[in-house]
């Protein structure tokens, strides 16, 4: 007779991986949109902008946006399901492609700084996909639910720098105009993609139960996820929305800088295919730490000089640098709360993370105009160090905590 629990596994894998396709799309869909503000948020801001050190506003609205974004996530997604959340979430990228190109074509600051903003609130449902992947699935497949979904950028990666290549001149003189009216496209085909997602609305007694919150996030190992990932990932993003400015006061062209975003995109979601293996054989905070050490030797390549190839592999380093720290921090999170606390603890999760680099994007504009593009690479060594020093004082504790048991144990049997 076969084990009722090993087939509700299989069952539970079985429905995660069906997910796991639609939101593998949806994040290839999702990224090539971001790609696109990413690509020309610096380079539009300082066209409309009233000064250059303003140039950057529009990328840290972008930021502000998911930031806003994330706990209303995870209250839809608990009152309603999380197929609710995503529907809102596109509805919103459609949003801001349309705003974003009568913003251009009317000369707005403010009104592609609101574009932006709500292009931030489609970014705070997408974050959640990684976690939707991991809905009901064996322990043995949560990391490799989540690496998978995160792969779905290489596409994105691909598709988002080539899409505002492609459409950037349409409707001149108005740079880029067109290429917001095709993301908002992008974002309703997404839509559709995510209306077949198995997200039912939770039960009653999913919704209720559960720990504080606080007693959930005061844990070792959520306190090291939380650090990690808010350290991951707003350094990577301090570089990324820097470098297409940075490379245009360096004298380097538009297509230098879409080059180089492509392939740091590409870079931030390819290791995905391997990074839920790595976790699995190496355990989350090694691959954080070796993720981490990579973002500051991306930063390291940016201080040796300011040519293209520079700055491309500075992008691409620290790209990778990134998927392993965020993935490797995203995969701790599942470990410390229960099915019933999920929504909660990941919108938290994603709010500490995202609230600390909005914090940070509104300067990004501000140290690299008044100090320069190797202030901004300095600035990404003294949160690393912070990171890997946590990640040891956890390791050594649970370690500590190990031998402690060990010792109780062998003294309750005598020995």
Known sequence: MVDATAN???EDDARARSNVVRLVAAQALTGANAAVIFATGSIIGAQLA???????????????????GTLPT???????????????????GALTGVLGAVAILYGSFLLFCVATFIGGLYAAVS????FAAADGASAAYRPKAVSWVMAGGVLAGVLGPQLVQWTMDVWQPYLFAFSYVVQAAIALIAMAVLWGVDAPKPKPAERAGGRPLLEIVRQPRFIAAALCGAIAYPMMNLVMTSAPLAMQMCGLSVGDS??????????MYAPSFVTGSLIAKFGAPRVVAAGLVLEALGASIGLLGVTAPHFWATLFVIGVGWNLAFVGASAL???THQPNEKNKVQAFNDFIIFGLMALGSFSSGQLLANYGWTTVNLAVF?????????????????VRKRVAEAVTELSDRGV
């Open 8 to 10: 509700d596994i299989v």
């Open 333 to 335: 999170v599942l470990e």
């Open 127 to 130: 974050q959640s996909y990684r």
């Open 258 to 267: 879409n080059f180089g975003l492509q392939w740091h995109i590409v870079a």
């Open 74 to 92: 995870g209250w839809i997604a608990r009152a309603y399901g999380r197929r609710v959340s995503f529907m809102i979430g596109t509805g919103c």
């Open 50 to 68: 009233p000064e250059m050190s303003l140039a950057t506003v529009p990328l840290s609205m972008y930021v502000l946006g998911l930031a806003a």
């Open 382 to 398: 003294p949160p690393v160090l912070l990171g890997l020093i946590v990640l040891a004082i956890t390791g050594w504790s649970k």
